[in-house]
């Protein structure tokens, strides 16, 4: 194993110190490093909270700012944060307005936001699940939440900046949900720092088809395909799943932390030809590595059908570590 450490059981702290040091203009550390806050909060705003193991930065720390999350919570390296990490970081961000937890479907994740908001006053929660590779997997159940979290953070986190109350924002993070699919491949495995070597074994002419963000299995092991091949059958599944649903979308391909952005760039170019070809109009693209699996070969392909509601939203001013635009 080859990485930057200078201890394994530092790499959280000290990481979370540099990621701090680095973006303190926009955020700052809560005690004991159990989450990262928005540096500037908005009184009165609803304050949305997401967080999860770490080990898919930018996501959810990169995240925190104007216009997204005023705090992430950051677990161990793919290990859910822990109740009080939540309960912490709501007491420190809420306003007066409440709290919407944003929440991807691991177990773990939803138990441990599940027993905050039980501990909590004026929480509500919305669960991604927008993983159409497997309807169950070895850390879910039902379907997993994935890159299309970040569109529903972005989304959601521009409504809340306009002051929408807790329950449209809660319904709004839904819907957004519920018109969002992704699907993803992998090419390598992840080494993760405590374990020392690669998560799976992958052959040099395979891939893993369906994978979920911390290396967990997809649909199939199979061979090594053609990018159109590949954007093609991801495409499909997610053309699929959403059924009658077209008109404009923002296409979002995923680097999943060791796909340099050529490649990424020309499986958003292979997915958008055959989007089109069915009947789905690219009204907005992201291209980029926002929802890793630390050093992964690979990528995802997320599809968000967008209404102008939705459109005028994901347009609107955001100023994180990792989405900056409009200001």
């Given at each position: 194993m080859k990485k930057f450490i200078n201890a394994?059981?530092?790499?959280?702290?000290?990481?979370?110190?540099?990621?701090?040091?680095?973006?303190?203009?926009?955020?700052?550390?809560?005690?004991?490093?159990?989450?990262?806050?928005?540096?500037?909060?908005?009184?009165?705003?609803?304050?949305?909270?997401?967080g999860g193991g770490s080990g898919h930065e930018p996501l959810h720390g990169g995240l925190v700012g104007y216009g997204m999350l005023d705090a992430a919570c950051p677990g161990q390296v793919f290990?859910?944060?822990?109740?009080?990490?939540?309960?912490e970081a709501a007491a420190e961000v809420d306003t007066g307005a409440g709290c919407l937890f944003i929440v991807k479907n691991y177990e773990g994740d939803v138990m441990n936001f599940d027993m905050a908001a039980e501990m909590s006053?004026?929480?509500?929660?919305?669960?991604?699940?927008?993983?159409?590779?497997?309807?169950?997997?070895?850390?879910?159940?039902?379907?997993?939440?994935?890159?299309?979290?970040?569109?529903?953070?972005?989304?959601?986190?521009?409504?809340?900046?306009?002051?929408?109350?807790?329950?449209?924002?809660?319904?709004?993070?839904?819907?957004?949900?519920?018109?969002?699919?992704?699907?993803?491949?992998?090419?390598?495995?992840?080494t993760v720092p405590a374990a020392g070597k690669p998560t799976f074994d992958i052959g040099d002419n395979e891939m893993e088809f369906g994978v979920g963000i911390h290396g967990e299995p997809g649909r199939r092991r199979d061979t090594l395909k053609s990018a159109d091949a590949?954007?093609?059958?991801?495409?499909?599944?997610?053309?699929?799943?959403?059924?009658?649903?077209?008109?404009?979308?923002?296409?979002?391909?995923?680097?999943?932390?060791?796909?340099?952005?050529?490649?990424?760039?020309?499986?958003?170019?292979?997915?958008?030809r055959l989007l089109e070809k069915h009947g789905v109009s690219i009204a907005r693209s992201l291209v980029g590595s926002y929802v890793t699996s630390l050093d992964m070969?690979?990528?995802?392909i997320t599809l968000t059908m967008l209404d102008d509601e939705t459109l005028r939203l994901w347009d609107a001013p955001v100023h994180t570590a990792a989405l900056r635009w409009g200001m």
């Open positions: 394994v059981d530092d790499v959280l702290t000290e990481s979370l110190d540099g990621f701090a040091a680095a973006h303190s203009d926009i955020v700052m550390l809560g005690g004991g490093h159990k989450f990262i806050r928005r540096k500037v909060l908005k009184p009165g705003k609803v304050a949305l909270i997401s290990t859910s944060p822990t109740p009080d990490q939540m309960l006053d004026g929480v509500l929660q919305v669960v991604t699940n927008d993983d159409v590779a497997v309807e169950d997997s070895l850390f879910t159940t039902g379907r997993r939440g994935v890159a299309g979290t970040l569109v529903v953070e972005k989304i959601v986190g521009a409504a809340a900046e306009e002051g929408r109350k807790l329950e449209d924002l809660k319904t709004l993070g839904d819907r957004v949900n519920r018109s969002t699919r992704s699907m993803g491949v992998a090419l390598t495995s992840c590949i954007a093609e059958e991801i495409c499909a599944a997610i053309v699929g799943d959403l059924g009658s649903a077209r008109g404009n979308a923002l296409l979002f391909v995923n680097g999943f932390g060791g796909t340099p952005s050529m490649e990424l760039y020309l499986m958003y170019n292979s997915a958008r070969a690979g990528c995802s």
